[in-house]
C-alpha cells in the first residue's frame, strides 16, 4: 500500500517542530504551527496541487516557506495577547498622574541648552516638514538632517 503525501511529509515531524523553534518560538507553539502546516498542505494536496519532487521526495522549501508563512501570521496575531491586563491597567493608572505641563517644560528647556542647529533641525522636523524637503531646500544632506533629528528624539526620550 502507497503512502499519502500527507504520511509522507509528516514522516518528518520532528524536524519540522526543530525548524519551527528555530524561528525563537517555544515548542508548544512549534507544534501548533506544524499542525496548522498540516492543514494547510491537506487543503493544498486537496486542490490538486502537488507538494512532491516525485513519488518520494517532498519539497522541503515549499514546506519551509510555508512554516515560516504560518508563523509570521500566528506572531502578528498574537502580538497583542502578550500583555496581561493587569499590567495594561498599571500602565494606564501611571499615565494618569503625569503633569504634562512640568514635562513639556522640561522638554522646552532641555532643547533651549541644545546646539542650535539640533534645536533647529528637531524644532523644523517636528513641526511636520519632511526630512526630505528639508534636505532640498537647505542642501544639507539627508542623512545628516535624519541624524541629527533622530540624536535630539533620543535625548529627549530619555529625558522624559
Given at each position: 500500500m502507497e503512502k499519502s503525501v500527507?504520511?509522507?511529509?509528516?514522516?518528518?515531524?520532528?524536524?519540522?517542530?526543530?525548524?519551527?523553534?528555530?524561528f525563537g518560538c517555544n515548542k508548544d507553539t512549534a507544534q501548533d504551527i506544524v499542525q496548522d502546516m498540516y492543514i494547510k498542505m491537506h487543503k493544498i494536496i486537496s486542490n490538486g496541487s502537488n507538494v512532491m519532487y516525485n513519488e518520494t521526495e517532498i519539497n522541503s522549501y515549499y514546506i519551509l516557506k510555508t512554516l515560516k508563512s504560518i508563523f509570521i501570521d500566528h506572531t502578528r496575531k498574537n502580538k497583542a495577547i502578550h500583555t496581561p491586563v493587569e499590567e495594561q491597567t498599571e500602565k494606564?493608572?501611571?499615565?494618569?498622574?503625569?503633569?504634562?505641563?512640568?514635562?513639556?517644560?522640561i522638554v522646552l528647556e532641555e532643547l533651549k541648552n541644545l546646539y542650535w542647529f539640533d534645536r533647529k533641525v528637531f524644532e523644523i522636523i517636528n513641526t511636520g516638514e519632511k526630512i526630505s524637503d528639508l534636505s532640498r531646500k537647505t542642501t544639507i544632506p539627508y542623512y545628516t538632517l535624519y541624524n541629527t533629528y533622530k540624536k535630539v528624539y533620543e535625548h529627549l526620550k530619555k529625558i522624559l
Open positions: 500527507l504520511e509522507i511529509i509528516s514522516e518528518r515531524h520532528k524536524e519540522w517542530i526543530y525548524l519551527v523553534q528555530c494606564i493608572q501611571d499615565f494618569s498622574s503625569v503633569d504634562y505641563q512640568a514635562k513639556y517644560d
